[in-house]
């Protein structure tokens, strides 16, 4: 908000990842040690996932650097993709709702890799022929 009390629209941040991931939420499915976690996948790009971890146990047992296998399931719910993916970072702090981890694929198999970049490419054109954003609204008007 500036000094007359109007908003201020910034521009997105610049996506510094070679393969942009896209909102995906699915449930999967990450194996860990000898334990089986069902999670939700915040974000999914062709090398690499964001999984929400709304259980902070779960989470806590996870450290970046180590190998997890992923049962990602599609949209329909009719077919599993099995991926090994090596955790890049965890973020245990602050909001809940951002908690979580990310990870990059390290063994994937020709059909998986298919089926992601044919996922991701459809979230993309999806998230392409979206409109912009609203801008922020101050008791329920917007403020231009």
């Not at 995906?24 to 089986?36: A, C, E, G, I, N």
């Not at 996932?49 to 989470?59: E, G, P, S």
Request: glycine share 6%.
């Amino acid at each position: 908000m500036d000094d007359d009390g109007c908003f201020t629209i910034e521009p997105p941040c610049r996506e510094r990842r070679a393969h942009p991931r896209h909102e995906f939420p699915v449930q999967v499915s990450v194996r860990h040690m000898r334990t089986t976690y069902v999670m939700d996948i915040a974000n999914l790009g062709h090398r690499g996932v964001f999984v929400k971890a709304d259980d902070a146990r779960n989470l806590a047992r996870i450290r970046a650097g180590e190998e997890l296998e992923l049962d990602v399931s599609t949209h329909d719910g009719l077919e599993s993709l099995r991926v090994a993916a090596r955790v890049v970072h965890v973020v245990s702090r602050g909001d809940p709702s951002r908690r979580g981890f990310g990870a990059k694929f390290v063994r994937v198999s020709p059909r998986a890799s298919e089926r992601i970049a044919q996922i991701v490419d459809q979230l993309a054109r999806l998230a392409a022929s979206r409109p912009p954003p609203l801008p922020p609204t101050r008791g329920g008007s917007a403020v231009f």
